[in-house]
């Protein structure tokens, strides 16, 4: 069965730092390494956003609110897409959601709460 299994989500302090993982379980090498992952997040009361996305070249793209603050990385061996996420603010509080865009696969999320 194929799934994206987000992981290391928490309740942070406003300023510290954390690494979400989300690894593609079932998912044949070629499809991980030839596309494009990502990750969106939704706050409660709100629409799912963009977070920021890599291609297979690894090439990065960051919504201006993750740009300075956020790094996404891949390990295609490991089948794993990471996204490190600096300085973290109360304003990065929801469930964070990984996505393989080949085919429009999504995981079930991880809720990563920071408090001020």
């Known amino acids: 069965q194929v799934r994206l299994v987000e992981s290391g989500g928490g309740l942070m302090q406003a300023g510290e730092s954390l690494t979400i993982f989300c690894v593609g379980t079932?998912?044949?090498?070629?499809?991980?390494?030839?596309?494009?992952m990502g990750w969106y997040r939704q706050a409660p009361g709100r629409q799912r956003e963009l977070v920021a996305t890599i291609t297979s070249s690894g090439d990065t793209n960051y919504a201006d609110s993750a740009k300075g603050r956020f790094t996404i990385s891949r390990d295609n061996g490991k089948r794993t897409v990471y996204l490190q996420m600096d300085s973290l603010r109360p304003e990065d509080t929801a469930v964070y959601y990984c996505?393989?865009?080949?085919?429009?696969?999504w995981g079930q999320g991880t809720q990563v709460t920071v408090s001020a």
């Open positions: 079932g998912v044949s090498g070629a499809i991980f390494r030839t596309s494009t």
């Open positions: 996505n393989l865009a080949t085919y429009d696969w």
